[in-house]
């Protein structure tokens, strides 16, 4: 599904998943509350949503679409100065965030990885964004730490390496070990922390003091 209240920006994001033989666009939407009914109507796999739409912001709209149909995978939509409005996306439940001026293949690829569950924030990105607007909270480090406490030393391990942005690929490498290994480590700390995604798991990690230094 696609959410924007310019049509031209939805014009030219369906031409360009047109390209994609994987992916069908089943719903578009020119404001947030439009979003919200239509991703419950059609529980679509990926909902990409503008940050700034009238009735309904996509703020308010991914919260929505999160609590309604769980399924579903939010994308931001943003250009270069709205990080602050992103950040805030995240902990609602985003998958991550695109800017508009993503290369065609670039956006084609993220709609895939977020329809897997992972998230759309480079290792820098990422890193950036927690570090700049999320920021240090004691009550909230020691809530983080709480939440992890019930995790086994190498699930520290590997939260720490998703905070640190890692894909699952990623992290195999590091821990020596297969793919599908790192894919089960991930989804059963995402289970124990109840986590929606990757993200909210990587702010848990930075809460708690697990990112190593940059």
Known sequence: MLADDEALIRAGIRLVLANAE????????????????????HHVDVALLDIRMPKTDGLTAVAEIRRLVPRTQAVMLTTFGEEEYVARALRAGAAGFLLKDTPPDDLIQAVRVAARGEAILSPRITRQLID???????S???RARHR????????????????AGLSNGEIAKR???SEG?????VSRILTKLACTNRVQAAILAHDAGLLPPD
């Open 175 to 177: 821990l020596l070990v």
């Open 148 to 163: 992890l406490g019930d995790l086994t030393d190498k699930e520290r391990e590997v939260v720490a390496l998703i905070g």
């Open 140 to 142: 909230r480090a020691d």
């Open 22 to 41: 994987d992916i069908e666009i089943v719903a578009e939407a020119a404001d947030g509350r439009e979003a919200v009914e239509l991703a419950r109507r």
């Open 181 to 185: 290994t790192a894919k089960a480590h």
């Open 132 to 138: 700049r607007y999320v920021g240090p909270d004691a």
